[in-house]
């Protein structure tokens, strides 16, 4: 019963996200008007709005018009649900299991929002980082021994507890923004162009401040090695499938190279985003983190 209350509660909740990731990028309100088709304009019937179903019976279309909706709605809906089950299987009926919900709804909307429009918007990055400072001193995270030592051995005694979250929620912050800036700055210095926005910067000033100083250190690792592998992929994937197939065809009648060479250098401009990658890393390391890192930690040390 507490694993199908936490679904259904998930699936509304992300039924809300959805709301969240199509208007906050628009400047639009959250609150008002009611959900309504974008094209007639015609409000949702309460029954048509129920998370997951309502998409099922609708059959993907407008009520009123037969605007297909996107199957984005049910599918986040759904992860969102799974995501909080998840959440309550690691951490039970506990206050982190408040925090890591709390931080689930935010990597959600950045990651789709970022996939959707590539955008990671101040509006959630910003209250995020608050909320996750807050989080951090009242629920201290059980790997903030550099703090904890650090402390003792400068100052001589134990520091309490919620000081050593909210420290390690701060230099998380600082690491992962920091980091990411400067390798924005160098790329920019190296390629004469922009690489990075400023989204990805703030958006790990947030998870940082969730997630701490190892955990955000974890995070930009496990996110830019599955953007590269992703990356790859894709690339390779568009040119397999002679993707501008006639833009390099154009351009190779123009003399500006061989079309083999065109189609090469077109695929490999594609730019997956890069916060999607780092959102999925940072809930990798809240759900699989307990379990892989000591032991991935402990192989080192050996």
Not at 71 to 95: I, K, Q, R, S
Not at 257 to 282: E, K
């Amino acid at each position: 019963m507490v694993i199908a209350f936490f679904f259904l509660f998930g699936i509304v909740f992300g039924s809300f996200l959805n709301v969240c990731i199509t208007r906050i990028p628009e400047g639009l309100s959250i609150v008002s008007p009611s959900s309504r088709c974008p094209r007639c304009h015609t409000p949702i019937k309460p029954y048509d709005n129920v998370p997951v179903f309502g998409w099922l019976w609708l059959r993907g279309k407008c009520r009123s018009c037969g605007l297909p909706i996107s199957p984005m709605y049910p599918l986040v809906e759904l992860a969102t649900g799974c995501l909080f089950v998840l959440c309550y299987l690691e951490y039970g009926l506990t206050a982190a299991t408040v925090k890591w919900l709390a931080f689930t709804c935010l990597i959600v909307v950045l990651t789709i929002t970022d996939l959707r429009v590539r955008l990671l918007p101040d509006l959630v990055n910003w209250p995020g980082f608050i909320l996750g400072l807050f989080f951090s001193a009242a629920v201290p995270p059980p790997d903030a021994e550099l703090v904890y030592f650090v402390s003792l051995s400068w100052f001589h005694e134990a520091p309490r507890p919620y000081l050593v979250g909210l420290i390690d929620g701060l230099l998380g912050a600082a690491f992962g923004s920091l980091l990411l800036w400067g390798i924005a700055a160098l790329y920019k210095l190296w390629r004469g162009r922009e690489g990075m926005g400023m989204g990805d910067v703030k958006m790990m000033a947030m998870v940082g401040a969730f997630l701490g100083l190892r955990g955000t250190f974890f995070t930009i690792l496990f996110g830019t090695l599955l953007g590269s592998i992703v990356g790859g992929a894709v690339i390779l994937a568009l040119y397999a499938s002679g993707w501008q197939l006639a833009l390099a065809e154009r351009a190779s009648r123009r003399n500006l190279g061989t079309v083999r060479d065109l189609r090469w250098t077109i695929a490999s401009q594609y730019q997956l985003p890069l916060g999607t990658f780092l959102g999925v890393a940072a809930l990798m390391i809240v759900f699989l983190g307990p379990f892989v890192f000591p032991r991935f930690l402990g192989s080192i040390l050996l």
